[in-house]
């Protein structure tokens, strides 16, 4: 039983703003006027009540091709809503106990993570136990999708011109400092923990061990459970894999000569023989599968936000926290028309302390698919998970990746579940500035610093750090990873030599974690709410209510009117220069390469960014030399991976 937390009934847009509001509300009432084409109607109620009327055992139909988000809320408002990873699992769970349905035909095909995948095998395997069968239908399939279905379909079926592309996993860095020597750029960044090598693209000709020790560790790993997923799953010797992975791709038909599927044939030809062979046919299951249209409640819907508007819970129960994104800077200003997802400091401590009050609420997992980011905002998370954790019992529950601020946010939770291809850890610190200096003189152009302190211009590309301010800029990253450090510590219950051990900047797979105690159990986030609920001393149905609530479009453009009369805001460039920093965090570059067509997941956009400091707008002139300095690295000048 799921509850999105209420809507709490405010005024949310500045009564000076209504004005403002006049041309985009004429615009939105247009749009509701649209033609026919647009397939508006005056339907308002929820399409997962549009099932079909299915009598005698049936086969539900479940469409994954459109692909699954973590979380059921994001920044972009005009973006389709997909289907949540724990509303599927839900779902899945929910089809166990009705009589009728014989089985599950479901559709992969969209990049997914390793955690997603984990999880759904978890919910498929458990379906699966009662009986049931799940028949899986593959296009294209990568790694991931196929892993997921061999270790969770009772038979794969491919399309006639699908691909099967089980080619293993890489991982390629591009090194880039001979370029930027010719061109009279250098990167000066420093690093705390010999294994944080964000930087080292920039710095280095090629890759240090350290680093190469890293991802071998990390590709050993994932290798092993992609191995033993189609293995266990196919019945195959897992030294036969390896040798099919070698000489992957596959034809359809070469697919089913070695065995890694059972027939070719399209979706329309496998729902004719279901039809066939069940009385209620193949029902198409609404709540997961793509929307074809849009009506006028799922307007409604994007405008106030799409949660129900049901009473809160006022039965014991659990709260659902979604920590989801890179984490911003405390009051950045986030740009609602981004398709990122982003961790507003200020409004998830909010949440926090409102569940912290709630006394209804006996327990907490707070789910994490974070990077990192700004140190600043990590620290003031922890701080607020580590108070609510000392009231009632908070569980962190680690998705694909959790690591650097990520990580850190997680340390402050009473116990930490992750799944084994979890990518966390990341302890450590980087930061630096790219120096255009010598490009400036290649191309007869120069700067002129006018300043009032010693070190005011430290952060200006156009001159290299003095000595002194080297000094003073290892000291400070020094200081930002001492404190990650003992707050690490402190959340784990261990020594700070102790944590030492598993930092340096190490990334690490969820078994890693585990066996260096970052991590208590391995599991999936069934796993850390199975946890909560015995934690909070719940009956094991306890329902769960999800936060934060999802919001709507108007609500969004009230606040972004709201602070634009705030002196104080910082600037959208920041926001943006944290957002590409991400660019560089080694685990997202992992992610990237073991999860093949997850660009646009992964990626935030380049953007144009501010190196002029916190708080500061850029003039023309800052705006081109910060894009002079977004080489193909993606990399900002004054960039630091915090922590």
Known sequence: MIYDEPMKKRSFIPEASHSRLIPILTVLAAFSALSPACSLSLNLSDEADKKADAKGPHMVEMDLRTGLDEAGYTSDFLSESRPTLWGIMKRIKKLEKSTDVAGIFLHLGAP????????????????????????????????????????????????????????????????????LDSIGVEAQFFQMGKYKGAAEPLTRDSMSPELRENLESLLDDRYGVLVESIASGRKLDADKVRGLIDIAPFSPDQALDAGLVDQVATPSEIKLSLKSHYAGGVVSDCECGPSTSLDLGKLIKILSGGGKTSAALHEPHVAMVYAIGAVLPPGADVDFFSSQNMIEPSRLESTLEEIAENEDIKAVVLRIDSP??????????????????????????????????????????????????????????????????????????????????????????????????????????????????????????????????????????????????????????????????????????????????????????????????????????????????????????????VTPNALDRLLPRPEILSWMGPGRRTTSLGRLLSFLAILPSGLPAGACDCP
């Open 372 to 593: 990192g980011g700004s140190a600043l905002g990590s620290d003031d998370i922890w701080n607020a998970v580590r108070l609510l954790s000392q009231k009632k019992p908070v569980i962190a529950s680690l998705g694909d990746v959790a690591a650097s601020g990520g990580y850190y946010i997680a340390s402050a939770a009473n116990k930490i579940v992750a799944s084994p291809g979890t990518l966390t850890g990341s302890i450590g610190v980087v930061g630096g500035k790219i120096v255009l200096d010598g490009l400036f003189k290649k191309v007869n152009a120069r700067t002129e610093l006018i300043k009032r302190g010693e070190r005011a211009g430290w952060s200006s590309p156009g001159q290299p750090f003095t000595e002194g301010e080297k000094i003073a800029f290892e000291a400070m990253l020094a200081k930002i990873y001492e404190l990650f450090l003992s707050r690490v510590a402190a959340g784990r219950n261990l020594a700070v030599e102790e944590v030492s051990k598993a930092a340096e900047g190490r990334v690490l797979s969820g078994k890693q974690a585990l066996e260096m105690k970052l991590a208590d159990e391995l599991g999936g986030i069934e796993d850390a709410v199975m946890l909560a609920r015995k934690l909070g001393e719940l009956d094991a149905k306890a329902p769960i209510e999800i936060y934060p609530r999802s919001r709507g479009f108007l609500e969004m453009l009230g606040e972004r009117i709201g602070r634009e009369a705030e002196p104080d805001t910082i600037a959208p460039d920041m926001v943006r220069a944290s957002i590409l920093r991400l660019l560089f965090e080694r685990e997202k570059v992992l992610a990237l390469a």
């Open 112 to 179: 997914l993570s390793w955690t997603a995948a984990s999880d759904l095998s978890q919910a498929l395997n458990a379906f699966r136990g009662s009986g049931r069968k799940v028949l899986c239908h593959l296009g294209e399939a990568d790694n991931v999708n196929y892993s997921l279905s061999a270790a969770s379909c009772d038979r794969i079926v491919m399309s006639p011109g699908g691909e099967l592309d089980i080619t293993g996993l890489a991982v390629e860095s591009l090194y880039l400092k001979g370029l």
